[in-house]
């Protein structure tokens, strides 16, 4: 995940086939709260590019195919 005035989030999956689903969070006070769109990716190596106001966020990959998800590190989004 990286980011300035957009965030950009690099899936590269490396197990099974299809779609992968990510979830964005965006830091409220010491909470991190979903946003209510879930992205799904095309089941390949792709970035999503996403146009979210000024704040703290991160990308969680959720579980699939027998693996557990992952969660990125914080990106802060300054306008």
Known sequence: ??????????VNPNKGKGYW???IQKK????????P???RTKGSAETLTLDLPR???RA???PKYG?????????ALVR
């Open 28 to 35: 409220s006070g010491k909470v991190w709260k979903a946003l």
């Open 1 to 10: 995940v990286s980011g300035k005035s957009k965030l950009y989030v690099n």
């Open 60 to 62: 969680v990959v959720l």
């Open 37 to 39: 769109t879930v992205y």
């Open 67 to 75: 693996r557990t998800g992952a969660t990125s590190g914080s990106v």
């Open 21 to 23: 689903q990510v979830m």
């Open 55 to 57: 704040g703290s966020y």
